[in-house]
Nanobody, 116 residues
Framework: QVQLVESGGGLVQPGGSLRLSCAAS????????MGWYRQAPGKQRELVAS???????NYGDSVKGRTTLSRDIDENTVSLQMNSLKPEDTAVYYC??????????WGKGTLVTVSS
């Protein structure tokens, strides 16, 4: 299983921006998909953004147009840049990886709170 370490998160005002980063312990060559999910209180975990093999990036409908996922193949990292944050973006954000063996790995999560 891949170990994932997240950084970033915290309190942000509405309309502000935030950058989350995630570092993977395993060689990027065995990781097929890497990205971020989030879970708000009382809601199911949902996709924020994911990247497949550095080629295809998918975004959740609620963040499209104001979110950018960047994946550094050489550094085994993935970063999430979120702009125009809204209170409904408040959630615990989890880094995610799916490797070539079909194993899913999750980070411990980092809390993002959007509030004035």
């Amino acid at each position: 299983q891949v170990q994932l370490v997240e950084s970033g998160g915290g309190l942000v005002q509405p309309g502000g921006s935030l950058r989350l980063s995630c570092a993977a312990s395993a060689s990027i060559s065995i990781i097929n998909i890497m990205g971020w999910y989030r879970q708000a209180p009382g809601k199911q975990r949902e996709l924020v953004a994911s990247n497949t093999r550095g080629r295809v990036t998918n975004y959740g409908d609620s963040v499209k147009g104001r979110t950018t996922l960047s994946r550094d193949i050489d550094e085994n990292t993935v970063s999430l840049q979120m702009n125009s944050l809204k209170p409904e973006d408040t959630a615990v954000y989890y880094c995610y990886a799916n490797d070539m063996f079909g194993v899913n790995s999750w980070g411990k999560g980092t809390l993002v709170t959007v509030s004035s």
